[in-house]
Protein backbone atom coordinates (compact mmCIF):
# COMPACT_ATOMS: atom_id res chain seq x y z
CA UNK A 1 0.00 0.00 0.00
CA UNK A 2 1.46 3.77 -1.06
CA UNK A 3 1.42 6.08 1.81
CA UNK A 4 1.55 9.85 0.89
CA UNK A 5 2.69 12.41 3.46
CA UNK A 6 0.49 15.19 4.37
CA UNK A 7 1.52 18.77 5.86
CA UNK A 8 -1.71 20.20 7.26
CA UNK A 9 -1.38 24.19 8.36
CA UNK A 10 -4.27 25.73 10.35
CA UNK A 11 -5.47 29.47 9.53
CA UNK A 12 -2.72 31.01 11.91
CA UNK A 13 -0.13 29.77 9.41
CA UNK A 14 1.61 27.29 12.31
CA UNK A 15 2.40 23.65 11.42
CA UNK A 16 -0.54 21.68 12.53
CA UNK A 17 0.83 18.22 11.57
CA UNK A 18 2.73 15.79 9.06
CA UNK A 19 1.48 12.56 8.95
CA UNK A 20 1.61 9.96 6.44
CA UNK A 21 -1.88 8.77 4.79
CA UNK A 22 -3.16 6.54 2.05
CA UNK A 23 -6.12 8.62 1.50
CA UNK A 24 -6.76 11.69 -0.25
CA UNK A 25 -8.79 14.50 0.18
CA UNK A 26 -12.35 14.39 -1.45
CA UNK A 27 -12.28 16.60 -4.86
CA UNK A 28 -14.58 19.22 -5.11
CA UNK A 29 -17.43 18.50 -7.60
CA UNK A 30 -17.25 20.97 -10.66
CA UNK A 31 -20.61 23.13 -11.07
CA UNK A 32 -21.80 21.51 -15.09
CA UNK A 33 -24.82 24.25 -15.14
CA UNK A 34 -22.08 27.44 -15.13
CA UNK A 35 -20.25 27.71 -18.54
CA UNK A 36 -16.29 26.58 -18.15
CA UNK A 37 -16.26 25.08 -15.23
CA UNK A 38 -13.14 24.53 -13.62
CA UNK A 39 -12.00 20.93 -13.89
CA UNK A 40 -8.51 19.29 -14.05
CA UNK A 41 -5.34 19.94 -13.83
CA UNK A 42 -4.66 24.30 -12.66
CA UNK A 43 -0.99 24.16 -13.01
CA UNK A 44 2.51 22.29 -13.56
CA UNK A 45 5.20 23.61 -12.78
CA UNK A 46 8.79 21.99 -12.69
CA UNK A 47 11.70 22.21 -10.47
CA UNK A 48 14.90 24.04 -11.88
CA UNK A 49 16.59 20.61 -12.36
CA UNK A 50 13.73 19.10 -13.59
CA UNK A 51 13.26 16.41 -11.17
CA UNK A 52 10.28 17.45 -9.11
CA UNK A 53 7.00 18.91 -10.45
CA UNK A 54 4.53 20.60 -8.64
CA UNK A 55 1.09 19.93 -9.56
CA UNK A 56 -2.31 21.83 -8.41
CA UNK A 57 -6.21 20.22 -9.58
CA UNK A 58 -9.22 22.15 -9.24
CA UNK A 59 -10.98 19.91 -7.74
CA UNK A 60 -8.58 19.94 -4.85
CA UNK A 61 -7.67 23.53 -4.30
CA UNK A 62 -6.27 23.31 -1.26
CA UNK A 63 -3.68 20.77 -1.85
CA UNK A 64 -0.15 20.60 -4.01
CA UNK A 65 1.01 17.17 -5.45
CA UNK A 66 4.95 17.06 -5.79
CA UNK A 67 5.85 14.09 -7.66
CA UNK A 68 9.72 13.14 -7.86
CA UNK A 69 11.25 12.26 -11.42
CA UNK A 70 14.30 11.30 -10.25
CA UNK A 71 16.25 7.86 -12.15
CA UNK A 72 17.88 5.10 -10.07
CA UNK A 73 21.33 6.22 -11.33
CA UNK A 74 23.15 9.28 -10.57
CA UNK A 75 25.39 8.29 -13.86
CA UNK A 76 22.28 8.38 -15.74
CA UNK A 77 21.71 12.09 -14.47
CA UNK A 78 25.48 13.40 -16.13
CA UNK A 79 24.94 11.48 -19.04
CA UNK A 80 24.97 14.04 -22.40
CA UNK A 81 21.94 14.09 -24.69
CA UNK A 82 24.21 14.01 -27.33
CA UNK A 83 26.66 11.46 -26.77
CA UNK A 84 28.13 9.54 -29.71
CA UNK A 85 28.50 5.94 -27.53
CA UNK A 86 25.42 4.57 -26.29
CA UNK A 87 25.12 4.24 -23.03
CA UNK A 88 22.41 1.97 -20.84
CA UNK A 89 19.57 4.40 -19.77
CA UNK A 90 17.94 3.73 -16.55
CA UNK A 91 14.00 3.89 -16.76
CA UNK A 92 12.32 7.03 -15.27
CA UNK A 93 10.82 6.38 -11.91
CA UNK A 94 7.98 9.09 -11.36
CA UNK A 95 6.50 8.68 -7.95
CA UNK A 96 4.35 11.13 -5.70
CA UNK A 97 6.67 12.51 -3.40
CA UNK A 98 4.11 14.82 -1.21
CA UNK A 99 0.71 16.24 -0.61
CA UNK A 100 0.59 19.54 0.92
CA UNK A 101 -2.98 20.46 1.90
CA UNK A 102 -3.64 23.96 3.38
CA UNK A 103 -6.67 25.04 5.12
CA UNK A 104 -7.34 27.51 2.41
CA UNK A 105 -6.59 27.16 -1.22
CA UNK A 106 -3.26 27.17 -2.77
CA UNK A 107 -3.18 30.80 -4.86
CA UNK A 108 0.21 30.72 -6.53
CA UNK A 109 3.16 28.67 -6.71
CA UNK A 110 6.83 29.07 -7.73
CA UNK A 111 10.18 26.78 -7.66
CA UNK A 112 13.24 28.66 -6.62
CA UNK A 113 15.33 29.40 -9.82
CA UNK A 114 18.36 27.48 -8.99
CA UNK A 115 17.42 25.12 -5.56
CA UNK A 116 14.57 22.19 -5.16
CA UNK A 117 12.38 24.84 -2.85
CA UNK A 118 8.96 25.00 -3.69
CA UNK A 119 6.96 28.22 -2.02
CA UNK A 120 3.83 28.77 -1.94
CA UNK A 121 1.12 31.45 -0.96
CA UNK A 122 -2.55 31.15 0.08
CA UNK A 123 -3.69 34.60 0.18
CA UNK A 124 -2.85 34.36 4.65
CA UNK A 125 -0.11 36.20 5.91
CA UNK A 126 2.39 33.40 5.65
CA UNK A 127 4.48 32.02 2.71
CA UNK A 128 4.77 28.34 2.71
CA UNK A 129 8.44 26.69 1.88
CA UNK A 130 8.62 23.12 0.74
CA UNK A 131 12.08 20.90 0.54
CA UNK A 132 13.14 17.42 -0.53
CA UNK A 133 15.20 17.00 2.34
CA UNK A 134 14.80 18.68 5.47
CA UNK A 135 17.49 21.51 5.90
CA UNK A 136 20.91 20.26 7.68
CA UNK A 137 19.71 16.70 6.80
CA UNK A 138 21.01 14.77 3.24
CA UNK A 139 19.18 11.90 2.15
CA UNK A 140 21.85 9.34 3.05
CA UNK A 141 21.03 9.86 7.29
CA UNK A 142 17.42 9.19 6.57
CA UNK A 143 16.45 4.99 7.34
CA UNK A 144 14.32 4.24 4.78
CA UNK A 145 11.20 4.16 6.81
CA UNK A 146 11.67 8.18 6.99
CA UNK A 147 10.61 10.78 4.55
CA UNK A 148 12.97 13.55 4.05
CA UNK A 149 10.20 16.01 2.73
CA UNK A 150 10.23 18.81 4.72
CA UNK A 151 7.50 21.98 4.48
CA UNK A 152 6.88 25.10 6.67
CA UNK A 153 5.30 28.04 7.21
CA UNK A 154 6.83 31.13 7.46
CA UNK A 155 4.98 34.63 8.81
CA UNK A 156 5.00 37.96 6.67
CA UNK A 157 6.07 40.44 8.85
CA UNK A 158 4.16 43.23 7.10
CA UNK A 159 2.85 45.30 10.28
CA UNK A 160 -0.75 45.99 8.24
CA UNK A 161 -3.18 43.07 7.50
CA UNK A 162 -1.09 41.31 4.86
CA UNK A 163 -3.12 38.48 2.63
CA UNK A 164 -0.22 37.10 0.10
CA UNK A 165 -1.74 36.07 -2.94
CA UNK A 166 1.75 36.28 -5.45
CA UNK A 167 4.82 35.37 -5.46
CA UNK A 168 7.77 36.05 -7.93
CA UNK A 169 12.00 35.11 -7.62
CA UNK A 170 14.19 37.52 -9.23
CA UNK A 171 16.32 35.27 -11.40
CA UNK A 172 19.23 34.80 -9.00
CA UNK A 173 16.23 33.65 -6.25
CA UNK A 174 18.23 35.90 -3.79
CA UNK A 175 15.11 38.25 -3.38
CA UNK A 176 11.22 37.30 -3.12
CA UNK A 177 8.28 39.36 -3.98
CA UNK A 178 5.47 38.81 -2.49
CA UNK A 179 2.31 40.77 -2.96
CA UNK A 180 -1.23 40.67 -2.16
CA UNK A 181 -4.39 42.92 -3.77
CA UNK A 182 -3.23 46.23 -2.37
CA UNK A 183 0.36 45.88 -1.58
CA UNK A 184 3.58 44.04 -1.83
CA UNK A 185 7.13 43.07 0.16
CA UNK A 186 10.28 41.65 -0.70
CA UNK A 187 12.08 38.83 1.35
CA UNK A 188 15.85 37.95 1.63
CA UNK A 189 18.10 36.28 3.74
CA UNK A 190 19.53 38.04 6.49
CA UNK A 191 23.13 36.91 8.00
CA UNK A 192 23.48 35.85 11.23
CA UNK A 193 25.68 37.96 11.70
CA UNK A 194 23.55 40.98 10.55
CA UNK A 195 20.73 39.34 13.07
CA UNK A 196 22.91 40.32 15.52
CA UNK A 197 23.84 43.63 15.06
Known sequence: MNYFFVARFASNNALVEVEPINVLPSPLKPDLSKPNPTIGIKEVEWSPKGDYMAVRNDALPTAVFIFSFRSGSSSSQNAHLDSAHTQPTVPLRPRLSSV?????????????????????????????????????????SLDASQSGDYCEGIGVPAGIPFNATSIQWN?????????DKATFCLAFPVSEDAENT
Open 171 to 179: PSGDIMLIS
Open 100 to 140: LHFSTPVRCLQWHPTLTQLVLVCATSAVYSWFPVRPGLTPS
